[in-house]
DNA sequence: TTATATGCATAGATTTACTATGTATATAGT
DNA sequence: ACTATATACATAGTAAATCTATGCATATAA
């Protein structure tokens, strides 16, 4: 349903986006972090996660790179790039209008509450 | 992505129950009048609109009449049922909820805007 | 008579995210 | 020593939502 489409489409990858633009991040961490900010309304799986990962770094959104932790650990941090920075930001936009349309929609002209 | 997933799946049949909580419409009418309110951006197709209205036939949501115009002109007229009603009630509040929460979140923490 | 708008509807494709599964290491409990 | 849990990457197959394309039919404007 045209802007609805696009934008739904995108509210994955805005999350995780944004939490790449405040710092590089692994995977696992990425569905931790969001977990904990949205105290435990969102659970991505890796099955959403992964994919996407590949599908932004295919774009150019982000970048990664293999971290060994001192316990022997390997970790692959993704990093956000320029081209994924002005995505973010599109994106928000995007949602920014979305959400306020589908607020007026849903609110309502007053003369429907009777 | 749990709330999410359901949230949007939802997007679509909140804003139809919305309509037709207003009064009763018929399918062409219900695709215009999205259309009209949202400047255009929402442009609600046939292939989505008429399985989601049987859908929301089949779970009670809505009911429906037919209805012959003057100029000869058939027309099928859906009405929203108390369950409707409270269908929508329930993802309206689920949105303002979700909404919410990824304005929280896309917005986050003032330290990552440097 | 041809195009456009109205009006209902379905078939098939696409996209998105999910569940389930696989591999592997570290750590804590028994 | 064994087992469970958490960490960490990833893919295969499935389900759900919406779209495109199409079909049928009538009214109206060019």
């Given amino acids: 349903m045209g ?4 934008l739904i489409k995108g509210s994955t990858s805005i999350l995780i986006l944004k939490l790449l633009a405040e710092r590089d991040m692994y995977g696992y961490q990425i569905t931790q972090e969001l977990k904990t900010r949205s105290d435990n309304e ?6 959403t996660l992964y994919p996407m990962l590949h599908s932004l770094t295919e ?3 982000v970048e990664w790179y293999w971290y060994d932790t001192d316990e022997g650990r390997r970790r692959k941090y993704y990093k956000i790039t320029d081209t994924g920075r002005e995505m ?3 994106k928000r936009r995007e949602w920014k209008e979305f959400s306020k349309l589908m607020n007026v929609l849903i609110d309502g002209p007053e003369e429907a509450l009777s």
């Fill in 3 to 6: 802007i609805n489409r696009e």
């Fill in 42 to 47: 969102l659970q991505l799986k890796e099955g």
């Fill in 59 to 61: 774009v150019g959104a």
């Fill in 88 to 90: 973010l930001c599109e």
